[in-house]
């Protein structure tokens, strides 16, 4: 007997074939795709189904709420694990609203293609098969949220898409994958130490989080536009540690005054400071003036994190703490 897996198809390259016009476009469906890929049969039970079929640039935060609410309704209905397909350009945000989203120990592993069905060497059914091995596999439980990737098993928390092009785009810049597939086998080399997951929001919340990467020069009138253009929150990607130039300090002290800020880094890759540097515009200087400390996530991951509190109602004392308790 089989362990069930569900299969979600959201659409992306994974499942884009030619179209009438240039290009491909996505079009196969979740079934289309396990009946593509015949050694499923001999890993897991599966059940497929089409949930979106568009361009992952094109989901929104709304889409990743409902997929985690079906992704907890197969589970709950007595599937082993989950496998969402879809576009790689976004799926290190999709596999991180799965992590925050969907509680318990079933694994939910996002998988995609870097190549499509039509060229030669299409990764996507060997991506399939991995991911829905994962999702199958006793060892996989408790480990929140993961993508399988180039038989790679990347933990959602720190995965990031990190080439345009390369099969082996996806990489864990902070702690390397958990571990990977060796002939059809699911090896570990270690444990997330803490799962940390967050009440759904309630349908028809719809606060947006804006996220502003700084660069050399930048004198900070975007911020007053966040402002005005009715954002509830925001994520700066700071300079390194943590750090935004002195002549942007007040302007965003005053946001940080009207609404949550939390503060992460450009680099994408390690904790932002929290101790080191006091000149104006420094990490302590921020935080000091009512920042959030991002941690260890970057800003795509920090901005859905801030994204669900508060489309949760969540207050700046309980933004704080969720970041803080969040880290490990």
Known sequence: MFPKVAVLSLGGTISSVRGSGPGVVPRLTGKDLVESVPQISGVAEVEAESLRQMPSSDLTVEDLIEVAGEA???IAGGAHGVVITQGTDSIEETAFAMDLLVEGD????????MRNPTLPGADGPANLLGAVRVAAAP????LGA???????IHAARFVRKTHTQSPATFQSPVAGPLGWLSEGVVRLAWRIPARHTVEPPPAGAGQQVALLKLAVGD???LLSAVRETGYAGLVIEAFGGGHVPSRMVGEVERLASEMPVVLTSRTGSGDVLRNTYGFSGSE?????????WGGVLDGLKAR???????????GPDEIEAAFEGWYI
């Open 72 to 74: 907890r309704r197969r």
């Open 106 to 113: 079933a694994p939910v592993v996002v998988t995609g293609a």
């Open 139 to 142: 060892e996989a439980r408790g």
């Open 146 to 152: 993961l993508v399988v990737m180039n038989d790679e």
């Open 219 to 221: 004198d900070g009138r």
């Open 284 to 292: 302590m200087d921020l935080l000091s003036r009512g920042l959030i």
């Open 304 to 314: 859905l994190l801030l994204t669900i509190l508060l489309r949760r109602g969540e």
